[in-house]
């Protein structure tokens, strides 16, 4: 996962729940589509099983094109699956840790909210990427957002890659495009009839 690009990439997470029979083809399609800097493994379900089989037929598809795949919060999951790393969703509380038992070739991510000061504990702990969100407007979650200044200020003053997501659309795109290394992109372009068109509308956006 790389921020060496003047033109913020794409960081693609996957729905919470998805068809196995499916998907991974329509994984496959986007990531054809578009450059895409890593894959999101974000399923909502504990079942280990059900995980296992999704990881197996998404990592063929991810690193088939050499797109990394992380998966959401599993940190035990990473090494037995051969992921290439975690996202922690917890800011960061847990990054230290993370950082020791799973060595410095993983990526390890945190979601910090809007919390500039989670942000900037997160990436001197040894984050790769920090991520803020939502930006757009969501009835999930407390309502907060992660507002343009945010962007503006960390990028402008730390060198911690930083992920924009949630409830992105294509004016909020071109508005925070000078100011964020990646774009999260789930939710948005899943329930498309066309993802990977979808898709590439947003990246065309990014000023890709």
Known sequence: MSDDQDTPQIYLITPSEFDLSRFPAQLAACLDQVPVACVRLALGTKDDARIVKAADALREVTHARDVPLVIDSHILMVERLGLDGVHLPDGARSVRQVRKDLGEDAIVGSYC?????????????????VSFGPVGVTALGDGRQAELELFEWWSMMIEVPVVAEGALDQVLIRTLAPHTDFFGIGQEIWGADDAAATLLEMHAAMGG
């Open 113 to 129: 909210g809007n919390s500039r000061h989670d942000g900037m504990t997160a990436g001197e702990l040894g984050a790769d990427y």
